[in-house]
Every structure is written in C-alpha cells, then in structure tokens.
C-alpha cells in the first residue's frame, strides 16, 4: 500500500534556528496536505499544495511541493517557541475519495 | 458550530470490556473517519464512512465496529478491549465534493486497556 514517509522523526533547535522536515511518498500524490498537533492536542489543517513545483508561505512557515509530486517539504524560518509541535503530512490514499494516508509525523522541540 | 466534539476525553478500561466512543459534527460533513495514534506510528486510519448508511474499514479496522445511522454521528465500539488498543483515538470529517479536502479532528479520546 501507499506509504508516506517523514524525516527527521524528531528535532531539536535552538529558539531563532531554522527547521525543515521532508516528506516523501511511495506514490506520485495529486496533491499533499500539512498538519500541526501541539503537545496534548489535536491535528490542525495548515494548507494544501496541488500543483507541481508549488510554493506558499504562511508568515513564517514555507511549503513546496516537488516537481515529480512525490515529496514535499516544509521549512520554518527563525523558529518560535510557538512552533513547537508534530508536523504532519498527509496525501490522498489509492482507496479514493477524501481518504488520505499520514505521514509518519517530525516532533519539533523548540529550545529557549 | 461545535466542530468535531468527542466523548469520553479519557478513559480507563479492562482487558474484555466493550465500551463506544462518541464522535458528533455539526458542519454537515459527509465524510468521517476514525484513526488511533500510537507514539512513533503517526495517524492510522481504523474505519472511514462517506455518509450515512455507508461504512468502510481502513488501515487497522480489527476489534473495532463503526455505524453512520446519520450524518452527524459516528461512533467507534470496541467489541473486547486488548491492552494493544491503548491509544489516542481521533475523529475527523471533512466536507464532500471535488477532490480531497482538509480534515477537522476532535479532540481526542485517550484509551488505556489494562
């Protein structure tokens, strides 16, 4: 089955570095959608990406999907204690409909 | 609008008790979907339905049952708890249409089997 994998499972920084984590699928994906889950809450939707190649930011969140449309990245500028949280990935599942399938998650720690 | 409201947050359970968690939105949402989420694992999806009268078993759908008898509810049972269904529990739904869109989760049911 379709299988989304995210690297690094975990990271550390200090408050002011940057943080990237990678997201990479088995399958070419029609689109890849990003989560954050703070500590003891629940998955909150960031933003879609659907075409080749794409690029948005949010402040200071960027997002880029690949060219091939099979991995994605997610890049934070200047981490705030804030951004502390699980990222999360998620592309449609082969089954269809709003079905999707999650990525394995990068817990980030955001050292003061 | 509530959301995506989930009962009971927590709870504590015997090896062979059946319990039902409670999952209920007010958006009007055709989809929704159970995962658990298990340190390391990320989000696996247990049971999915696309509307009432509609049901269907995702990634890991053992020892679980799901009904949709309406839009508004989906609640998960578990038939005979085992300690490996300790877990947190999310529900989520999302709106029908074109393509795939984002997911509104609750928030959460945290499940101990001892």
């Known amino acids: 089955g379709q299988q989304v994998m995210q690297i690094p499972q975990y990271q550390h920084v200090q408050e002011g570095e940057d943080f990237t984590t990678y997201c990479n699928s088995s399958?070419?994906?029609?689109?890849i959608q990003w989560y954050k889950q703070r500590p003891g809450g629940h998955p909150v939707f960031l933003i879609q990406l659907v075409k080749s190649g794409e690029v948005k930011k949010q402040k200071r969140l960027t997002f880029q999907f690949g060219e091939a449309k099979k991995n994605s990245s997610l890049h934070i500028t200047a981490t705030q204690t804030t951004d502390v949280g699980t990222y999360f990935c998620a592309g449609p599942d082969s089954g269809g409909y709003q079905k999707v399938t999650f990525g394995t998650g990068t817990k980030l720690q955001v050292i003061p | 609008n509530a959301g995506v409201t989930q009962t009971p947050k927590f709870q504590v359970l015997k090896t062979g008790q059946s319990m039902t968690l409670q999952c209920a939105q007010d958006?009007?949402?055709?989809?929704m979907s159970w995962y658990r989420q298990d340190p390391g694992m990320g989000l696996r999806l247990i049971h999915y339905?696309?509307?009432?009268?509609?049901?269907d078993q995702g990634e890991v759908p053992n020892g679980y049952n799901v009904s949709r008898s309406t839009t508004e509810d989906f609640p998960l049972r578990l038939l005979s708890a085992a300690p490996s269904q300790t877990s947190v529990y999310f529900c989520?739904?999302?709106?029908?249409?074109?393509?795939?869109?984002?997911?509104?989760f609750g928030p959460g049911t945290r499940l101990t089997v001892t």
């Open positions: 339905s696309v509307g009432a009268g509609i049901t």
């Open positions: 989520a739904s999302s709106p029908a249409g074109q393509g795939v869109h984002e997911q509104y």
């Open positions: 399958t070419t994906l029609s689109n």
């Open positions: 958006m009007n949402h055709e989809y």
